[in-house]
């Protein structure tokens, strides 16, 4: 029996050095096309990916050529065309990458939408920013017309943004989990998910302004699947304490409890790790395995044989 393997990729594994041309982002799919099936002789593989970088170039694009006639798509809807764009990457990339081996490759991307639900304390408290930077005054013209909040960003100016909330079910898993019985690669929960919520009257789901962190999701899509493993895939092989200082040290093997230790002494930062070993961690509780390494040791880790291995 093949071990069943979430995948969390990283938005900026997809854009390296600033690199926002489709051909150069395609190119570097077809590294992660090539990983991929290098495992899928020995794993049930499905794919959660990052988008921030993709998601706000399309809302740049957006914004910038929104007119009466053709106003800007909501931030739900951008997401929607994220996952359609980083799918078709992922999707070509993994096709090439079996034709090399004279093999043909079974894969779908599906467009998903995961549900937040509304009273998540994040709504209260915007923290992501999203899109494009604007001066203070334009910044505040917009969040007027647009009921948007906005907020100063490190210096480089005013950018809107947007609630966090964590996902709590994802519509199509039933739908995603056949799929990988199938054999299928599935890419899924792209972007972290297009946020949606159920309403109180009938249940009907509705599309809501907001970006869900892709690891949790990922996390979540780990547990819907029955994965054995999760791997949050990033631009470091390991996790470190005191990273890039001189007392910099690589955890290896490490609890679920010591993670929780080492979070309450504020090792890990919250734009950055924190929701890496957040995730990884919360899937190994169950008595699986939670890795974070790069693409490059991925193969090993999944052997234990590098990364960070939470169990």
């Given at each position: 029996?093949?071990?069943?393997v979430v995948?969390?990729?990283?938005?900026?594994?997809?854009q390296?050095?600033?690199?926002?041309?489709?051909?150069?982002?395609?190119?570097?799919?077809?590294?992660?096309?090539?990983?991929i099936?290098?495992l899928?002789?020995?794993y049930?593989?499905?794919?959660?990916?990052?988008n921030?970088?993709?998601?706000?170039n399309?809302l740049i694009?957006?914004?910038?050529a929104?007119?009466?006639?053709?106003?800007?798509m909501?931030?739900?809807?951008?997401?929607?065309m994220?996952q359609g764009?980083?799918?078709?990457?992922?999707?070509?990339?993994?096709?090439?990458?079996?034709?090399?081996?004279?093999?043909?490759?079974?894969?779908?991307?599906?467009?998903?939408q995961?549900?937040?639900?509304?009273r998540?304390p994040?709504?209260?408290?915007p923290t992501?920013p999203i899109?494009?930077?604007?001066?203070?005054?334009?910044?505040?013209?917009?969040?007027?017309?647009?009921?948007?909040?906005?907020k100063?960003?490190?210096?480089?100016g005013w950018?809107r943004?947007?609630a966090?909330?964590k996902p709590i079910?994802i519509?199509?898993?039933?739908t995603?989990l056949?799929?990988?019985?199938n054999?299928?690669?599935?890419?899924?929960?792209?972007?972290?998910?297009?946020?949606?919520?159920?309403?109180?009257?009938?249940?009907?789901l509705k599309g809501?302004d907001?970006?869900i962190?892709?690891d949790?999701a990922a996390?979540?899509?780990?547990?819907?699947?029955?994965?054995?493993?999760f791997?949050?895939?990033?631009?470091?092989?390991n996790?470190?304490?005191?990273?890039k200082l001189?007392?910099?040290?690589?955890?290896?093997?490490?609890?679920?409890?010591e993670i929780?230790?080492?979070?309450?002494y504020?090792?890990f930062?919250?734009?950055?790790?924190?929701p890496?070993?957040?995730?990884?961690a919360?899937?190994?509780?169950?008595g699986?395995?939670?890795?974070i390494?790069d693409?490059?040791?991925l193969?090993?880790?999944?052997?234990?044989?590098?990364?960070?291995?939470?169990?």
């Amino acid at each position: 029996m093949k071990k069943r393997v979430v995948l969390a990729l990283g938005g900026n594994a997809l854009q390296k050095n600033g690199e926002a041309t489709a051909e150069a982002q395609k190119k570097i799919a077809l590294e992660v096309g090539e990983a991929i099936a290098d495992l899928a002789n020995k794993y049930e593989i499905v794919i959660a990916h990052g988008n921030g970088p993709q998601v706000g170039n399309i809302l740049i694009h957006e914004e910038s050529a929104s007119t009466t006639q053709a106003p800007a798509m909501p931030l739900e809807t951008a997401v929607a065309m994220s996952q359609g764009q980083i799918g078709y990457w992922l999707t070509q990339a993994i096709n090439n990458a079996f034709a090399k081996k004279g093999k043909t490759a079974k894969v779908a991307t599906v467009i998903s939408q995961v549900v937040v639900d509304p009273r998540d304390p994040a709504f209260k408290n915007p923290t992501k920013p999203i899109g494009q930077f604007y001066s203070e005054k334009e910044a505040k013209t917009l969040a007027r017309k647009n009921k948007w909040t906005v907020k100063e960003d490190a210096g480089r100016g005013w950018r809107r943004v947007v609630a966090s909330p964590k996902p709590i079910d994802i519509v199509e898993k039933r739908t995603i989990l056949e799929l990988v019985k199938n054999g299928v690669i599935v890419i899924a929960a792209g972007g972290g998910g297009i946020p949606v919520i159920r309403t109180k009257i009938l249940k009907r789901l509705k599309g809501i302004d907001a970006v869900i962190d892709k690891d949790y999701a990922a996390e979540k899509l780990a547990e819907e699947v029955k994965a054995d493993i999760f791997v949050s895939v990033t631009a470091v092989p390991n996790v470190y304490i005191n990273y890039k200082l001189p007392s910099e040290q690589a955890i290896t093997t490490i609890s679920p409890s010591e993670i929780a230790r080492l979070k309450k002494y504020g090792y890990f930062k919250a734009g950055s790790m924190l929701p890496k070993v957040e995730a990884a961690a919360k899937f190994a509780k169950n008595g699986r395995a939670g890795i974070i390494t790069d693409i490059d040791h991925l193969k090993e880790a999944l052997k234990g044989k590098a990364g960070t291995i939470i169990k």
